[in-house]
């Protein structure tokens, strides 16, 4: 019950429910079937079911900045404002960076003599290497996940490069997410059972039927736009959707790429589509609304690392990464063919992060560096 009123209290207060009119004095609020969906106004993504779209450049992805942690660059995320950036490393460190000042800077002829002005400040403060980050989604917080076995929180308005909150697990943290309300945090760890963390009192939330649950280690969880629906991916192959407001597994796609681990998982905007890769070497897309698969993309090697695949900011482009090549890869959503491979790092290329306001791309790599890409076109 406790997870339910968890979800609920959010929703409301967004205004994605609303209480029932019922003459029933005795009616109980607490309960759900007090309340009812409405549709609030719909939000602009992916839509496939529309053929034709005019007005799509190219992708002719550019690098324009490149910085350097001290061992291997292992994760980014953007801000959801899309004016920050940040990367993650093994060496422990965390990097926070300005994303305008490295639009600005075109350094692919200058890859040696990187300037530090878009770095705006460092973090150490975990003791294993960094393995997600996220933003909260209105205060001046970053976030981050490591195999330590704990999450910190950074005040970066702060001269602190500490943090001044502390989540402690007792298993090594794989992949984190932030409620659309920014009061609780999705924990995906080594152990099968997702958390749900309130970041308010520290207090951890799983959900208490066995059956709902993964077997085997979870590699990513990530909420749809709304805080609706949330999705994880495991070792066990599975990826598993669950409801934002109950807390209950409420579908699942066993074997979604030929029992191999889930690598990554995200909703499209509109969350009409899922967005998964495996090590399969294959990227999938999902219908959510006729439960089937729609698009498959390869050209690609994906079998032995954790490597993300996400969406580009308007969705009509998926960006994966390559083993083989180290490189990405980018693809178009609707042809599924192959439009760019982004050359340039001289080792793995584990992460992929896509801004969600603009055409920008940061790529994280075992030759240490995070590479900052922006689409180019003709008056760049």
């Known amino acids: 019950d406790q997870l339910v009123l968890i979800g609920m209290k959010y929703v409301e207060k967004k205004g994605l429910l609303k209480k029932k009119i019922n003459n029933n004095e005795n009616n109980n609020e607490n309960n759900i079937d007090a309340y009812e969906f409405f549709e609030e106004e719909k939000v602009k993504g992916l839509d496939l079911d529309i053929e034709d779209i005019p007005n799509v450049p190219n992708a002719k992805f550019g ?9 291997e660059c292992s994760v980014a995320r953007f801000s959801r404002d899309g004016r920050l950036g940040a990367t993650g490393s093994k060496d422990h460190s965390i990097k926070l960076l300005d994303i305008e000042k490295m639009k600005i800077y075109n350094q692919q002829k200058q890859e040696l003599a990187a300037p530090q002005k878009p770095l705006i400040k460092a973090f150490y403060d975990h003791t294993g290497p960094v393995t997600d980050l996220d933003f909260h989604p209105t205060s001046a917080i970053l976030v981050s996940c490591s195999t330590d076995k704990t999450i910190k929180f950074y005040d970066y308005k702060t001269n602190s490069r500490k943090s001044f909150q502390v989540l402690e697990d007792t298993y090594s943290i794989n992949s984190i997410n932030f409620h659309p309300s920014g009061d609780y945090i999705l924990c995906g760890t080594e152990h099968p059972m997702l958390r749900l963390y309130d970041v308010r009192n520290n207090k ?10 993964h077997i085997s280690s979870i590699n990513m ?4 736009l709304d805080g609706k629906m949330y999705v994880s991916g495991s070792d066990d192959g599975c990826v598993r959707l669950w409801d934002g407001v109950t807390n209950r597994c409420v579908n699942w796609i066993p074997n979604a790429h030929k029992s191999t681990p889930i690598n990554a998982c995200h909703f ?20 959510l609304r006729k439960n089937q ?15 993300n695949t ?4 308007n969705e009509e482009y ?13 693809w178009s959503t609707r042809t599924g063919e192959i439009q760019q491979r982004l050359t340039g790092h001289t080792n793995l290329v584990r992460w992929v992060a896509s801004s969600p306001t603009e055409p920008s791309l940061l790529t994280c790599s075992d030759d240490h560096r995070a590479r900052y890409w922006y689409m180019q076109y003709p008056t760049d």
């Open 310 to 313: 996400t969406f580009t900011w």
């Open 268 to 287: 499209s905007k509109n969350r009409n589509y899922l967005l998964t890769a495996g090590r399969d070497s294959t990227v999938r897309l999902w219908d």
């Open 221 to 224: 969880v990530r909420y749809s």
């Open 318 to 330: 998926i960006i994966g990464l390559d083993e083989a090549g180290q490189s990405a890869v980018v």
């Open 63 to 71: 690098t324009r900045f490149i910085t350097t942690h001290k061992q």
């Open 204 to 213: 951890a939330f799983v959900c208490q039927h066995p059956y709902d649950h």
């Open 293 to 307: 698969q729609l698009r498959s993309y390869t050209g690609h090697t994906q079998k032995n690392h954790l490597m």
